[in-house]
């Protein structure tokens, strides 16, 4: 009997441990790899469907599984830094694709599988200039899964769906003041694909749930992003709908507090690399016309790659090896740091040894 027992409890705690790590990757996608977190941006996907929220969780727990059978060093799995990638490949398929075809769900599966490979490349390619790899895994793949998307039948999007070939940008210029703040919680709820405020206010609590740092970064992220896209005339319905700031998000993220220490100097490089981001969208979604016009998250990954390589060359911007989010009861009791995704990418790269 107490063998029976001592095995039971050995299998709730691996069981447990699994499922912190597929959380950590939710929470990586926002830089947090704090599992409290990723519980409510999981709850916020599958409010706004459930089938988003599977394939979320599918492609996080393929990716992680991956990373664990081909020998990924420990505390990157442990993290979500192996997750992350991987679960907003699945996403984008989900969304792009559409989620009741089969074809859709194994293409998910597969690409988690294959973007735990190009994470690895990634990360040694970036290692020698000490640069994350961010979510550029999962640009690449994504990039060319809606360029030969149109190839196949079984994958090819519908003509009307969301990943058909953009129009024009056309309507007021002048938003109102409802769509002004449907805008600055679009701008978070994109990040995820998603549509609606109330998916971005639930998603930014996650935010703040992690860290106070973050979500005040996201916030000065998410209002930029809309500030920026008003001053210079763009339509009233993108930027309610999210579309063109999310990136910006995730660089004033990444800038003030993630991989730079938050203070007097970051907060303006921080806004400065918002501001970018929202430039960059509408640009990249020009050049990517042929595969639907989708910047996905490249805005954000060239332009933190940007600013964190010219950073070396300010300083008083002081850069974070290991950031530890506020709050997080994994640090707290001495397992991986929560925030596996920036330290592990900047000194671990797959397939290497836990020091």
Same mark, same amino acid.
């Given at each position: 009997?107490?063998?029976?027992?001592? *095995?039971?409890?050995?299998?709730?705690?691996?069981?447990? #441990?699994?499922?912190?790590?597929?959380?950590?990757?939710?929470?990586?996608?926002?830089?947090?790899?704090?599992?409290?977190?990723?519980?409510?941006?999981?709850?916020?996907?599958?409010?706004? #469907?459930? =089938?988003?929220?599977?394939?979320?969780?599918?492609? $996080?727990?393929?990716?992680?599984?991956?990373?664990?059978? &081909?020998?990924?060093?420990?505390?990157?799995? =442990?993290? +979500?830094?192996?997750?992350?990638?991987?679960?907003?490949?699945?996403?984008?398929?989900?969304?792009?694709?559409?989620?009741?075809?089969?074809?859709? $769900?194994?293409? *998910?599966?597969?690409? *988690?599988?294959?973007?735990?490979?190009?994470?690895?490349?990634?990360?040694? &390619?970036?290692?020698?200039?000490?640069?994350? @790899?961010?979510?550029?895994?999962?640009?690449?793949?994504?990039?060319?899964?809606?360029?030969?998307?149109?190839?196949?039948?079984?994958?090819?999007?519908?003509?009307?769906?969301?990943?058909?070939?953009?129009?024009?940008?056309?309507?007021?210029? @002048?938003?109102?003041?409802? =769509?002004?703040?449907? +805008?600055?919680?679009?701008?978070?709820?994109?990040?995820?694909?998603? !549509?609606?405020?109330?998916?971005?206010?639930?998603?930014?609590?996650?935010?703040?749930?992690? /860290?106070?740092?973050?979500?005040?970064?996201?916030?000065?992220?998410?209002?930029?992003?809309?500030?920026?896209?008003?001053? %210079?005339?763009?339509?009233?319905?993108?930027?309610? !709908?999210?579309?063109? #700031?999310?990136?910006?998000?995730?660089?004033?993220?990444? %800038?003030?507090?993630?991989?730079?220490?938050?203070?007097?100097?970051?907060?303006?490089?921080?806004?400065?690399?918002?501001?970018?981001?929202?430039?960059?969208?509408?640009?990249?979604?020009?050049?990517?016309?042929?595969?639907?016009?989708?910047?996905?998250?490249?805005?954000?990954?060239?332009?933190?790659?940007?600013? %964190?390589?010219?950073?070396? /060359?300010?300083?008083?911007?002081?850069? %974070?090896?290991?950031?530890?989010? =506020?709050?997080?009861?994994?640090?707290?009791?001495?397992?991986?740091?929560?925030?596996?995704?920036?330290? *592990?990418?900047? /000194?671990?790269?797959?397939?290497?040894?836990?020091?």
């Amino acid at each position: 009997m107490r063998g029976a027992n001592g *095995a039971r409890e050995r299998w709730t705690t691996a069981a447990i #441990g699994c499922a912190a790590h597929v959380l950590r990757g939710h929470g990586q996608v926002m830089l947090l790899g704090h599992a409290a977190a990723g519980a409510v941006f999981v709850a916020a996907l599958f409010a706004a #469907g459930w =089938e988003f929220g599977t394939y979320a969780l599918a492609g $996080a727990a393929v990716g992680t599984a991956t990373a664990r059978l &081909l020998g990924v060093a420990r505390d990157r799995v =442990e993290s +979500g830094a192996e997750g992350f990638n991987s679960c907003l490949f699945a996403l984008c398929c989900a969304v792009l694709l559409g989620p009741a075809r089969v074809s859709t $769900a194994l293409l *998910a599966c597969l690409g *988690a599988v294959l973007v735990t490979v190009v994470t690895a490349a990634v990360t040694r &390619l970036l290692r020698g200039w000490e640069l994350p @790899a961010l979510t550029l895994p999962y640009c690449l793949l994504a990039t060319a899964t809606t360029l030969a998307a149109p190839a196949f039948t079984h994958v090819r999007p519908s003509a009307h769906g969301p990943a058909a070939l953009p129009r024009a940008a056309a309507g007021a210029d @002048a938003p109102t003041a409802a =769509e002004l703040t449907r +805008g600055f919680l679009g701008n978070v709820a994109q990040v995820f694909f998603l !549509d609606g405020w109330l998916t971005g206010a639930l998603l930014l609590a996650g935010v703040f749930l992690a /860290s106070r740092t973050a979500g005040l970064a996201a916030c000065a992220g998410s209002a930029t992003a809309v500030a920026t896209a008003w001053a %210079l005339g763009a339509p009233a319905q993108r930027i309610a !709908d999210g579309s063109l #700031g999310c990136n910006a998000v995730l660089v004033a993220l990444a %800038l003030c507090g993630v991989f730079l220490r938050a203070g007097k100097a970051a907060v303006p490089y921080a806004v400065s690399g918002a501001v970018t981001a929202t430039l960059v969208t509408p640009a990249l979604e020009a050049f990517l016309a042929p595969s639907g016009g989708h910047a996905l998250t490249w805005p954000f990954v060239l332009t933190t790659l940007t600013f %964190l390589a010219a950073s070396r /060359s300010f300083p008083r911007l002081a850069r %974070l090896r290991h950031p530890v989010p =506020e709050g997080d009861t994994a640090a707290a009791a001495g397992e991986a740091p929560p925030t596996g995704h920036p330290p *592990a990418a900047l /000194s671990t790269p797959p397939g290497t040894a836990a020091a």
